[in-house]
């Protein structure tokens, strides 16, 4: 790390509580300022962009989309450490434009569209002690100042730094002073189980921090993510924005003018603000009402990751609290990008409205329990009804986030309902049988509900999805007098042979297809002692375990698309047979250790436009049986793009995977 002297301002917990909610602030605001950079790139020929510059300005929202990621990463890092050290994390910021002296005079974070000047700025927040690169003018200081004084006082004050990488350098100096003082024990007493886990949040910054150990690893990572390790920088935020100028000045110099980015509004703001001059305020009906719904979808994420941290884990409600939380950036996304597109108003005329990123006056967590799980029901409901309407004028990317609001709020009405009970709800009990008054046992009586054929037997009802079927034959190959393939009228005969070897015919259909209902007072089936998930070579997932689909049950079994072809989705419909889908079915495997428990509630969360996030005890296994991994939580390609499958690795955002569920 950088070196720096420890502020002896930070010499109790009070004080380095006030430098954390300092440094959540910066990651934060550094997060909102690359996103709206890369919300106001182009993306090809309707935006006015030859090929090969769509491609560059697809390459760069990518760059910028990563490391906005990896800044969320270190924010969770942060928050972590915090709660560690028992502080509630703060989780809101300060509206733009940032007040002088809530950040060194140095540090100038504007939202501001992608273009050279932006970029060297970038480059200059994010560049190494010592490093030569200069602030683009356009972003120089309002004023010089020095935060603070040396003089110990009792009420914590900002301190100076010069990078962010000095600021966490002198944070882990004042961290390892106050443990040397009181003891490491004292200092992280904090409930561990408030924390967010890897499991839950999937980014690397959600790792357990339960001594100093932890928390300056953590520190060390942000700084050598942003500012890179002294030799080897090919994959800091510094260097990555070094590699997108280089590209950018080329494109200029072989065309002059070219412009990448629509010219979003630099800080704009909803209102005519009490002081106008130089400012930007959104005037444009469509665009105030986008830049609307943007802002309470990143307000209600805010107010979300503020309450997983009142809720201990492992638990459902943190995990449902945090997949929804995480998901509202499916929403953000496309109404900045449409925000961008649109004019800011004629007080204004030269320049494009953007999201302004506008956050609640107190962000703090809602109260526990059952007045939480209303709010987020009511303001889900709210986001998506107005979603709806927007709609209505035909724009994808609002039709896009609109649909998203709707599968957000329909899982929190399920998921938060479910969390009011005790405990889980139990299965349904089996059907009493009464008896088939006037069928016949060669064409016994069918009907058809949702989606699902239920044919009644004497000793147990066959039950035939067939949106789910992916042809795997077990049914016709192993009871062919049962199930009749290729005929006309009736093709289900529950009686036509043994019940219990009928049974395991049905336990084989590895997609949950064809189930039954004992109604000889015999059980029905039962999850199996190990949850597992098959990858099935050029084929979906077979998954078996007590399974919870976005916030269903649905079974003891199912395949799940890993193509991304589906018309089905989550399920799978056979698509990879159509389009050639060509994935193995024996990836390499993982050192995991045998998990103590083995079986459980398994819950499969599709993510809109992205994997499947998996909760619960689980082993995957390659076609053959081998163990690929054991895992308690896990992020499944589902667009059929990752480098890295069955696991998910980021593809699906790069070639713009849309899931429609």
């Not at 509630?88 to 007040?99: C, H, L, Y």
């Not at 799980?373 to 990317?397: M, N, S, W, Y």
């Not at 009493?432 to 009586?445: F, K, T």
């Amino acid at each position: 790390m950088t070196e720096a002297v420890a502020s002896p301002r930070l010499a109790d917990r009070e004080a380095v509580l006030h430098a954390l909610y300092e440094a959540a602030e910066l990651e934060h605001n550094l997060m909102c300022t690359y996103l709206y950079a890369a919300f106001s790139l182009r993306s090809g020929a309707d935006d006015g962009l030859a090929p090969d510059e769509a491609a560059a300005a697809g390459r760069w929202r990518q760059a910028l989309f990563d490391v906005a990621i990896e800044e969320m990463s270190h924010l969770a890092a942060v928050w972590n450490i915090t709660s560690a050290l028992g502080g509630s994390p703060r989780v809101g910021r300060t509206n733009f434009p940032i007040d002088p002296g809530l950040l060194p005079a140095s540090v100038v974070v504007k939202l501001a569209p992608f273009n050279a000047h932006t970029l060297q700025h970038f480059i200059y927040l994010e560049r190494p002690a010592g490093s030569d690169e200069r602030d683009s003018e356009v972003f120089a200081v309002e004023r010089d100042y020095v935060r603070g004084s040396d003089v110990p006082r009792l009420t914590p004050m900002g301190i100076n730094y010069d990078t962010v990488g000095n600021f966490y350098t002198a944070l882990s100096l004042g961290l390892r002073t106050l443990v040397e003082r009181c003891g490491e024990s004292k200092v992280f007493c904090g409930d561990p189980a408030l924390q967010i886990s890897l499991a839950e949040f999937g980014l690397s910054g959600a790792r357990p921090v339960i001594c100093v150990k932890t928390a300056l690893t953590a520190f060390e990572s942000i700084v050598m993510q942003g500012e890179g390790a002294p030799r080897d920088m090919m994959g800091s935020h510094f260097q990555r924005f070094l590699s997108v100028r280089e590209e950018l000045l080329a494109f200029q110099r072989k065309r002059p003018g070219f412009a990448p980015a629509f010219p979003a509004a630099t800080n704009p703001v909803l209102r005519r603000p009490p002081r106008p001059e130089g400012r930007v305020w959104i005037e444009d009906s469509e665009a105030s009402a986008v830049v609307d719904l943007a802002n309470a979808s990143y307000s209600l994420m805010l107010r979300l990751f503020a309450y997983s941290y009142l809720c201990r884990a492992p638990g459902e409600e943190k995990s449902l609290v945090l997949r929804l939380a995480i998901a509202m950036m499916h929403v953000i996304v496309p109404l900045a990008e449409r925000a961008a597109r649109l004019p800011a108003g004629p007080s204004n005329p030269d320049c494009h409205a953007g999201m302004s990123f506008t956050t609640l006056r107190d962000a703090s967590p809602l109260q526990p329990g059952r007045a939480a799980r209303v709010f987020f029901i009511e303001r889900l409901q709210q986001l998506a009804d107005v979603g709806t309407a927007l709609a209505k004028g035909g724009d994808e990317r609002v039709m896009q986030a609109s649909e998203h609001l709707l599968a957000l709020s329909r899982q929190a009405s399920r998921g938060f309902d479910a969390s009011l009970d005790a405990g889980p709800h139990p299965n349904p009990p089996p059907q009493a049988g009464e008896g088939r008054e006037g069928a016949v046992a060669a064409a016994p009586a069918s009907t058809t509900v949702e989606g699902v054929e239920h044919v009644q037997g004497d000793k147990l009802e066959l039950l035939f999805e067939a949106k789910r079927c992916i042809h795997a034959r077990f049914c016709v190959t192993g009871a062919p007098k049962v199930f009749l393939a290729n005929v006309q009228g009736p093709w289900i005969h529950p009686d036509a042979m043994p019940v219990e070897r009928l049974v395991e015919i049905a336990h084989a259909c590895p997609s949950g297809a064809i189930r039954y209902r004992r109604i000889d007072g015999a059980s029905d089936e039962t999850a199996p002692p190990v949850n597992l998930a098959g990858v099935r070579e050029r084929g979906p997932y077979a998954f078996r375990g007590q399974l919870q689909i976005d916030g269903e049950p649905r079974g003891f079994r199912a395949t799940l698309c890993r193509c991304g072809a589906s018309k089905n989705k989550p399920f799978c419909d056979g698509s990879h047979n159509q389009i050639g889908f060509d994935a193995s079915g024996e990836p390499a495997s993982r050192e995991t250790e045998m998990l103590p428990v083995r079986d459980g509630v398994l819950a499969i969360d599709p993510q809109p436009d992205g994997p499947l996030a998996v909760r619960g005890n689980l082993e995957i296994i390659s076609g053959t049986g081998r163990v690929v991994a054991r895992v308690t939580g896990a992020r499944l390609c589902r667009c059929g793009g990752s480098a890295s499958k069955p696991f998910c690795d980021g593809t699906h955002a790069r070639i713009g995977f849309r899931s429609n569920n």
